[in-house]
């Protein structure tokens, strides 16, 4: 279970209290990886949450260090309630990370379908299965916040997990490949990988912040295929422009 891996992930997607930059999670991220063998980096649990940690989407609601004062009993301000749209944007752009990333993904049960929750045990709530009826939520009695709220399935969440599977199943360099960062494009602010095995490769190009940002492409990167988008981005000449928390996943056919 790589706890290791969310941590610095998750401070540069959800600049929390501990954020890290850009540069700075790369530079970290190469330096734990690079301590494990092939075959282990491949077969880590990679996960954003667990039974033992906050649910992911409330844990990308809010901007405490991780698992520090994640629920009401600690902390009167820990929000766990339905997360903002700021906070699934910053959560799915990590997510296409995770997906691509090397190490296997791990999701908790739940997350997929939208609940929300704090530390345990405000993580081991009902599913929220889509035939259910759930009655409605309401705030921690220990919270200074208050809030009414139904939860529900959420089908469009659901979908983009199952599409992120579907990417990862699409090319086999996405799970088995070798990995390197690609500093000329990392200068630029994106989080920016290659996946590749012998002359097969994929690029990944990920915004994580939230503003704008312009990737001068080279020239044979430009000659690369959408496989995959999160969010709005456009095309012009030799950039890619990314909006706030948006992706691409590019291969040469």
Not at 95 to 108: D, N, R
Not at 111 to 138: A, C, F, Q
Not at 145 to 152: A, V
Not at 162 to 191: M, P, T, W
Request: charged content about 25%.
């Amino acid at each position: 279970m790589h706890y290791h891996w969310y941590k610095p992930a998750r401070s540069l997607f959800r600049q929390s209290d501990d954020a890290l930059s850009l540069a700075q999670y790369c530079e970290q991220t190469v330096a734990m990886w690079k301590n494990y063998k092939v075959n282990t980096a491949r077969s880590m649990m990679n996960l954003n949450a667990s039974h033992d940690s906050p649910r992911f989407w409330t844990s990308m609601s809010n901007t405490n260090k991780y698992k520090f004062q994640a629920k009401n009993t600690d902390y009167a301000g820990y929000y766990t309630g339905l997360p903002s749209e700021d906070a699934f944007a910053r959560g799915k752009a990590l997510l296409l990370h995770q997906f691509t990333f090397i190490g296997s993904p791990h999701v908790w049960n739940g997350d997929e379908m939208g609940m929300w929750g704090s530390d345990d045990p405000d993580n081991r709530k009902p599913l929220w299965w889509p035939e259910m009826d759930m009655v409605e939520e309401t705030n921690s009695p220990f919270a200074s916040y208050t809030y009414k709220q139904k939860p529900q399935f959420d089908k469009g969440l659901h979908q983009y997990y199952k599409d992120l599977i579907a990417l990862r199943k699409s090319n086999i360099v996405l799970s088995e490949g070798a990995i390197d960062f690609v500093a000329e494009y990392v200068s630029q602010g994106a989080l920016a990988f290659i996946r590749n095995i012998e002359e097969d490769d994929v690029l990944i190009l990920i915004n994580p912040s939230a503003e704008k940002i312009s990737v001068n492409l080279k020239e044979t990167d430009r000659q690369r295929k959408i496989h995959f988008e999160l969010g709005e981005h456009t095309l012009e000449g030799e950039n890619i422009n990314l909006q706030p928390f948006s992706g691409v996943v590019m291969t040469k056919d």
